[in-house]
């Protein structure tokens, strides 16, 4: 990044220097040292606070741009309450961003709770040690790029060197973080099924989530529930509704039965009907239709043979004749 000093007159009347990018600035204070409270306040003064470091890349950065001074320079690290702070956040240092140098912090003395950082040394250069508070030490100082406005309500705002990023929150995207990541939307079923979706945010979008149930005479084949995850994909696919099936009607003697279907063979709705040979007729329901409960409406009807009148009209003469 471009960078520019330019020297400034202080209420202090001391020398400011400033190293200028494309928004987050270094600010440090060398003609008159002051001890780590009065540094922090000078910053808070006149920028945004004491330096919080984030990343080796801003470390060797500072190491580069500052000059050689004696007693060297305050960093926005105290200890509170026996833990390593950073002043400006509030939030523990982690052991994966100390930068300690060889043998530190050993609290050499006791009451080591503030941290200076070594700018140019021939030993541990860019490095921290723990130094009592009462020291007096250059002030190192940041002014923030991040505002309010830089980045939405999903996101927060890193502070980078000559610039800021917004850091998304799970289920968002964008330069802003302003758009939330969709799903593909679901399909739905032709014949069965029902879907009833929850949207927080918007249809299909990031924490919607769908519940699914089968109309009358379907049975449910899947995850009743799904839900749009943060990486644009459903946490289920959507299932099924399988239609109830009954089993094939049996086939009387002397007869055919006849099936049709409106979704598939001997399923839900389907609907049989018996035809019984030459010289039968049916006994009993002579159609059959499959329940929502997978059984038929009745009992499977037989076929009969058929008795003419005229047969049974001679065989009465015959026995009142032989009486």
């Known amino acids: 990044h471009p960078r520019t000093i330019t020297l400034q007159s202080t209420m202090f009347d001391s020398i400011t220097c400033q190293f200028k990018a494309q928004a987050w600035t270094y600010h440090y204070q060398t003609e008159n040292n ?3 409270l009065t540094a922090r306040q000078w910053c808070q003064r006149h920028f945004t606070d004491m330096v919080a470091i984030q990343n080796q890349g801003e470390i060797a950065y500072l190491d580069q741009i500052l000059p050689i001074h004696r007693t060297y320079y305050w960093i926005g690290i105290r200890k509170v309450e026996g833990e390593w702070m950073w002043v400006g956040t509030r939030k523990p240092l982690t052991d994966e961003a100390a930068n300690w140098a060889t043998g530190e912090p050993n609290n050499q003395g006791s009451g080591e709770d503030c941290v200076e950082m070594y700018i140019k040394r021939l030993k541990d250069t860019a490095k921290w040690n723990d130094e009592r508070c009462n020291k007096r030490k250059a002030a190192l100082c940041y002014k923030a790029s991040c505002f309010e406005t830089s980045c939405s309500e999903h996101a927060e705002c890193v502070e980078i060197i000559g610039n800021y990023k917004c850091q998304c929150h799970q289920g968002f995207t964008g330069p802003r973080c302003e758009q939330v990541v969709q799903c593909p939307p679901l399909m739905k079923a032709v014949i069965g099924w029902n879907m009833n979706c929850s949207n927080p945010i918007n249809s ?9 149930s089968c109309e009358e005479g379907f049975e449910l084949v899947g995850s009743p529930t799904t839900q749009c995850d943060h990486t644009g994909h459903w946490t289920q696919p959507a299932p099924t509704c399988t239609a ?8 009387p003697a002397n007869g055919n039965m006849t099936c ?3 979704l598939a063979k001997f399923s839900f709705r389907s609907s049989c009907a018996l035809i019984c040979e030459e010289g039968y007729s049916p006994a009993g329901e002579s159609t059959l239709t499959c329940l929502k409960t997978g059984n038929w409406s009745a009992e499977t009807p037989t076929c009969e043979g058929k008795m003419c009148n005229g047969w049974f009209v001679k065989l009465k003469r015959s026995i009142s004749n032989t009486n």
């Open 34 to 36: 002051m001890d780590w």
């Open 204 to 212: 299909n979008s990031y924490s919607s989530t769908c519940t699914f």
């Open 244 to 251: 109830v099936t009954c089993g094939p009607p049996m086939v």
């Open 260 to 262: 049709t279907g409106p």
